[in-house]
């Protein structure tokens, strides 16, 4: 993805289809309350059902952090909903991929993608390292 730097204000939000969003931030810790807030108002449009929302955010507050703290340059988030499935691509411009670590009981940090892995229905990095992404499946609406 390649984007123009955000203001410092707040980070800019671009529709890109009513199914799908794109936002662009700076890598600052402050961005990743604003991305959870962003999350949850899409999830609210798409009557996305509250446990699933909240696992997104989960998820999403994460990897956004993932990248914030480990990542090079400015972090882009896209959101896509395709009716039966939900993706999040997080992207950075560090090309060392993501990668699950392993964790003590005592450690304070390092189980992002461990939460992310165990609320998506799957996960991965794409070939460059840059992206970091999971999908979710959406619930069949009963007619």
Do not use: Y
Request: with cysteine; aromatic share 4%.
């Amino acid at each position: 993805m390649s984007h123009a730097a955000l203001p410092a204000a707040k980070p800019q939000t671009k529709p890109l289809t009513s199914r799908a969003f794109e936002v662009v931030l700076a890598p600052d810790r402050v961005r990743v309350a604003q991305i959870r807030h962003i999350t949850k108002a899409f999830m609210r449009l798409w009557d996305v059902p509250d446990p699933l929302a909240d696992d997104v955010q989960l998820a999403v507050s994460e990897l956004v952090t993932n990248a914030i703290e480990h990542g090079h340059g400015n972090v882009g988030l896209r959101m896509r909903n395709t009716g039966s499935q939900l993706s999040v691509e997080v992207t950075d411009e560090n090309t060392a991929p993501a990668r699950l670590r392993p964790v003590e009981d005592d450690d304070v940090c390092g189980r992002g993608l461990l939460l992310v892995a165990v609320l998506s229905k799957e996960w991965g990095v794409s070939d460059n390292g840059r992206t970091t992404w999971c999908s979710f499946l959406l619930p069949t609406r009963r007619r």
